[in-house]
């Protein structure tokens, strides 16, 4: 009786023990026996400005599972982003059970398709979403717990999947450069004769100050130090040259790209001048012209051009001239008698004058001898043309045929004087001596 009893206690331990094990290794192989999957997102942090667009790929690591089905659902804040451009293309999704569909204003997206045949892949791309960054702050996309993923087995097994989640930052666009103008000095390639500029500039919402400086280099930065928000501002009494003003603007703390705008200033004349003149006298008419001359520099803007103006002295003082524009020289035609004041302004690019005048009188001594002497003088050309004709006739035939005569008697006596004496010829008596 007590064997019996050792036996069926035996018999007792070794079967709670037998079910003790059995559920101690259920519990523990439960989890392990379902396929994994992983979704996930790329890349996995970043920071992107405010208004720019930027592509979030959502990849899948099958974990070495053969699956075929896929339906994905994202979530992302929508207060921040808003899709722009979702795509397909690339997909390991062969055919879509439903189109991919998005929702910008609960912030969803929806994507559902099968891969025929299967796939085993470490990162195969389902699908690209180009996101715009819309609001500052933290943005957050992440897949929803409702997403799932099958496996290719025949069965439609569901897998355990890994749901990824990305968090962005979303910073501050930095402002552009501000849009300047100036209504004095309207246009930076022309001068102007004004030094006291005006400028004035665009204020775009969320700019809060602007910092600004006007100097002579044309690469400053302005500091960091906030000039206040007003959209204008003036300056006095600036020196002749070539100014620039910079200015940049804060918008939500951050400070943006300079700008800056050229105003050329330039209010000095051009240089002192004197014009000249010179006569000229028609040979028929005799009527007198002048030529006045004129040529000054400028040293800044540059010459423009020249206007001329002639006062007719014995007008009335009241009488102004008709300033016209002309080159240098300036023809005036002159009458008799005639007494002129002959006026010529330069001008710069700038819009100053240099004034500068001559007085123009008729050379009565020319005129006045032309005309009353007009008979004698051509009786006086025509006696001169005369007697240089006798005389080149004179000296042509006569006297220079003489003149050449002598020349050649005289060299014949001189050739006749050099001529040596013929040779002695000795006695006969002697020549058998030699």
């Given amino acids: 009786m007590k064997k019996f009893f050792c036996i069926i206690t035996s018999a007792l331990c070794l079967f709670f023990l037998a079910i003790g094990a059995s559920a101690q290794t259920i519990n523990l192989n439960a989890s392990a026996l379902i396929p ?14 405010e208004d720019s667009t930027f592509t979030v790929p959502i990849l899948i690591d099958t974990k070495g599972n053969n699956i075929n089905s896929i339906d994905l659902r994202l979530k992302f804040d929508q207060n921040k982003l808003s899709i722009v451009g979702p795509s397909g293309e690339n997909s390991i999704i ?24 299967g796939i085993i892949t470490s990162s195969g791309l389902i699908s690209s979403i180009t996101f715009k960054a819309k609001g500052v702050g933290r943005a957050t996309i992440s897949l929803d717990a409702n997403s799932k993923v099958l496996l290719n087995d025949g069965q439609g097994t569901a897998t355990r999947t890994n749901l990824g989640r990305v968090d962005y930052t979303i910073f501050t666009k930095a ?7 100036s209504e004095t000095h309207p246009f930076p ?37 906030a000039e206040g928000d007003d959209i204008t501002v003036q300056f006095k009494d600036l020196k002749d040259g070539i100014w620039y003003f910079h200015i940049k603007s804060n918008k939500r703390g951050i400070w ?14 051009p240089a002192d001048f004197k014009p000249t003149t010179d006569y000229l006298l028609a040979s028929v008419a005799f009527i007198e012209r002048a030529l006045v001359s004129f040529f000054t520099t400028d040293n800044l803007s540059g010459i423009d051009h020249y206007e001329v103006g002639v006062i007719d002295k014995s007008q009335p003082a009241t009488a102004s001239p008709i300033f016209i524009e002309s080159e240098s020289p300036f023809q005036v035609a002159l009458s008799e008698g005639a007494n002129l004041h002959v006026v010529v302004r330069a001008f710069d690019r700038a819009g100053n004058v240099r004034e500068s005048g001559i007085d123009i009188a008729t050379p ?9 002497n007009s008979v004698n003088i051509i009786l006086g050309i025509l006696i001169a043309v005369i007697s240089l004709l006798i005389l080149h006739y004179l000296f042509g035939h006569h006297f220079l045929h003489h003149f050449r005569k002598a020349v050649k008697v005289f060299k014949e006596d001189e050739i006749g004087d050099n001529t040596p004496p013929p040779p002695t010829v000795p006695p006969a008596d002697l020549r058998q001596y030699t």
């Fill in 36 to 49: 994994q999957v992983s979704l996930f997102l790329s890349p996995n942090i970043g920071s992107f400005e």
């Fill in 94 to 117: 062969g055919v879509w059970v439903e189109p991919p569909v998005y929702d910008n204003t609960l912030g969803t997206a929806k994507y559902v398709g099968v891969i025929p045949g």
């Fill in 175 to 181: 402002s552009p450069g501000v849009n300047v103008f």
């Fill in 189 to 225: 390639s022309e001068w102007y004769n004004n030094n006291n500029p005006v400028f004035s500039w665009e204020k775009e919402a969320g700019i809060t100050e602007f910092s600004y400086v006007l100097d002579n280099k044309p690469g400053t930065v302005p500091d960091n130090t």
């Fill in 256 to 269: 943006g790209s300079p700008s800056t705008f050229i105003t050329r200033i330039d209010t000095s004349p």
């Fill in 364 to 372: 009565f001594f020319i005129n006045n001898f032309v005309k009353n």
